[in-house]
């Protein structure tokens, strides 16, 4: 197993309000992914998805120490325990009121990969020049589009697509969408944050992607063309494969 992962403040922010962790289990074939995007100010968002990232890795890795797989229920108590965390910490100061987090996480034994997210960070499954997102928005505008109140260009370019409906951190309790499949040995899974999907089309990011050496360049590539189309937002993005040599992930915030 192989994986990398990049983060940038954009050319617009000037702050990164994205963090990204990677744990990578060898002697199990286990590994985590975690992408969170936050939101309430500059310090808030940073706080907040530097919490709700580490809280959940560090749930996750003490139920890798029982088992390479945990369970989807399982999973549900390490999200509770990042959403009180960030819940807890947002009541406790005045300045941070409010705020809150995205996140996008999976959880993969194996072949076997379990997603879940909350908000509009998202999960991809690249397969050759097929590029399918795996997970659904929680936003205002993905709610129109499923309704059937807008096209897909239509929901692309809506000026409220960043308003999103759930968040890690805002209310007591939250409940994420999760995902179950396998993944191909060639199959590239990519988790990535809404500075990057808004920047760049589908197409476009399998194209960078497969037009790259290795995991580290496509993730530069993505970042770097993100930039090149305004890079608007923080950007994160991170690749993994279960083919290859497992390297030692790195974890990051701005």
């Known amino acids: 197993m192989m994986v990398a992962g990049k983060t940038h403040q954009g050319m617009v922010r000037k702050t990164n309000q994205d963090t990204f962790l990677t744990v990578m289990k060898n002697e199990q ?37 029982t088992t390479p797989s945990p369970s989807i229920r399982a999973l549900r108590v390490a999200v509770a325990h990042a959403n009180d965390a960030v819940f807890k910490e947002s009541v406790s100061n005045p300045e941070l009121e409010g705020m809150g987090t995205t996140m996008v996480a999976a959880v993969i034994h194996k072949s076997h990969t379990i997603l879940l997210n909350i908000g509009d960070s998202r999960a ?41 409906t759930r968040a890690v951190g805002v209310d007591e309790c939250v409940e994420a969408d999760i995902f179950e499949g396998e993944l191909a040995p060639t199959d590239l899974l990519l988790l ?63």
């Open 124 to 164: 991809y499954r690249i397969r050759g020049d097929e590029i399918t997102q795996l997970t659904l928005d929680h936003s205002y505008v993905q709610e129109l589009f499923r309704r059937g109140r807008l096209t897909a260009e239509e929901a692309r370019n809506h000026p409220n697509r960043n308003l999103i």
């Open 192 to 254: 990535c944050t809404d500075g990057l999907t808004g920047m760049l089309e589908d197409h476009e990011i399998v194209s960078l992607v497969n037009a790259s050496s290795s995991l580290e360049e496509a993730v530069d590539h993505l970042i770097a063309a993100a930039c090149v189309n305004g890079g608007t937002d923080n950007i994160t993005a991170v690749l993994f494969t279960g083919a290859g040599i497992m390297k030692q992930g790195e974890a990051e915030n701005g």
């Open 29 to 65: 074939d286990s590994a985590l992914l975690v992408v969170c995007d936050g939101m309430g100010g500059a310090a808030a968002g940073n706080i907040a998805s530097t919490i709700a990232a580490h809280t959940f890795s560090d749930r996750v890795e003490e139920l890798f120490e």
